[in-house]
């Protein structure tokens, strides 16, 4: 697996950081906010200037990468 740190892009501000996951290919592990990080809980949601960081399966970063657009 790859850690992945991802600055959450705009469409993606509001929304919860479930939507940002693939079972058994990627999803967000921790969260980087104002310079502190953190374990997200369930319905948490990303803010503006968020930093996702994702575990993903090698072959899926290119899927993550759509998702991101």
Known sequence: V???NVDIPRGYVGRR????????EFQVVAITRNG???LPI???TFLE????HVV???AAV?????MLG
């Open 62 to 66: 290119g899927h993550l990468k759509v």
């Open 36 to 38: 502190r990080t953190f």
């Open 2 to 4: 790859d850690v992945v």
């Open 17 to 24: 950081v479930a939507d940002l996951s693939a079972p058994g």
């Open 56 to 58: 993903a399966q090698s």
């Open 49 to 52: 200037g968020d930093i996702a």
């Open 42 to 44: 369930e319905g948490s």
